[in-house]
Nanobody, 115 residues
């Protein structure tokens, strides 16, 4: 059974930083493209950042310069380092793994940016 488990969310002040982690199990992690998405209340889910199985990264324009996605295939983990957080970054952040054949989502972790 495939599982993606996110962690690292929480409450942070504007300008602060967080590091999210997503641990995968039940899948050949190194073969999957991995991504972080977010969904704010009343809004559609949107891409934050992605990293291919080969390590190529892609970032949403709104997040460029403030986030870094990375992966550790030995640990079956993908990370999202977020800096200079804004109130508008408040959302549930989801991890997704995708291959040519299938895709999987995690349950999400809440990030709240507030003073």
């Amino acid at each position: 059974q495939v599982q993606l488990v996110e962690s690292g969310g929480g409450l942070v002040q504007p300008g602060g930083s967080l590091r999210l982690s997503c641990v995968a199990s039940g899948m050949h992690f190194r073969l999957y493209d991995m991504g972080w998405f977010r969904q704010a209340p009343g809004k559609q889910r949107e891409l934050v950042a992605a990293i291919s199985s080969g390590g190529t990264t892609n970032y949403a324009d709104s997040m460029k310069g403030r986030v870094t996605i990375s992966r550790d295939n030995a640990k079956n983990t993908v990370y999202l380092e977020m800096n200079s957080l804004k109130v508008d970054d408040t959302a549930v952040y989801f991890c997704k793994g995708a291959s040519f054949r299938d895709s999987y989502w995690g349950q999400g972790t809440q990030v709240t940016v507030s003073s």
